[in-house]
């Protein structure tokens, strides 16, 4: 989620009113994925990298997020989403930590969405917290060193229960990763829109998964080998067309 910033520049506005905004696109978003049967949405909110803004901006991101999370769990619980964080959360305040907490808890039996909040969370941070993790059950003996393969690995990241993203959507025009989920995202299809994050809606969700729809995943095969099994496209085809109707 990127551009709240130069969103609120372009209207003359506070970095903070962005980020406000910011959360309305959140809010359509969200129900907009409840809707079409999407399992999984991670939304990177907040980056290890963030922690180094100006204390003033970091301070306010976090009252936000605090506000977001209070407010809109009742409704997360209605809707059936299951809220559930990635990241180093211990740097979040305890108040912010708590309400998280309390959020994930209140909404852990449902079975619609899950919605993942990355929060303090990058993708080499995912990776130094997993081998340290490994590297201390090698030496205890839980595992053997020949053992360590992609699946062990996958299993000590935070993403350890999710699957891999099908689809990457970044907003702002930017052509990076910035340290989002770095092994997760190998063979995810990724959508880059010009659009900053406040500016967002289900409609721009939509494009992005017609984008989507209209591409092979090949993961390293040939064409005439994905063409017998689909690879998943099938599945995000039935999904967009339960809302908005088929396109194709
Ligand atoms: C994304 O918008 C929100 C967070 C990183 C918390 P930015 O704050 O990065 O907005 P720009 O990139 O300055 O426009
Ligand atoms: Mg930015």
Not at 83 to 109: H, S
Request: net charge neutral; hydrophobic share 35%.
């Amino acid at each position: 989620m990127d551009g709240n910033g130069r969103w609120a520049q372009q209207r003359g506005m506070s970095r903070i009113a962005g980020h406000q905004e910011g959360v309305e696109s959140v809010r359509d978003t969200v129900e907009a994925c409840g809707q079409l049967g999407v399992k999984y949405l991670t939304l990177y909110a907040f980056s290890t990298e963030n922690w180094k803004r100006p204390e003033e901006e970091v301070s306010l991101l976090m009252r936000l997020l605090l506000r977001a999370i209070r407010d809109e769990t009742d409704r997360l619980y209605r809707n059936n989403v299951r809220m559930q964080a990635i990241g180093d959360i211990d740097r979040l305040p305890g108040e912010v930590r708590n309400e998280l907490l309390e959020g994930i808890q209140k909404t852990k039996e449902n079975n619609g969405l899950t919605l993942v909040l990355a929060l303090s969370y990058s993708g080499r941070w995912d990776l130094v917290q997993a081998v340290r993790r490994i590297t201390r059950d090698v030496a205890d003996g839980s595992i053997d060193h020949a053992n360590v393969c992609e699946d062990l690995i996958g299993s000590y990241l935070s993403t350890a229960a999710m699957p891999d993203p099908d689809l990457l959507i970044r907003t702002s025009g930017e052509f990076r990763i910035s340290n989002f989920l770095l092994w997760q995202l190998a063979y995810s299809e990724m959508v880059i829109t010009e659009k900053y994050w406040p500016s967002f809606r289900r409609g721009d969700l939509y494009d992005a998964i017609r984008d989507y729809q209209r591409r092979e995943r090949r993961f390293g095969l040939v064409s005439e080998q994905v063409k017998r099994t689909g690879n998943g496209k099938g599945f995000m085809r039935r999904l967009f067309g339960r809302v908005a109707g088929s396109e194709e």
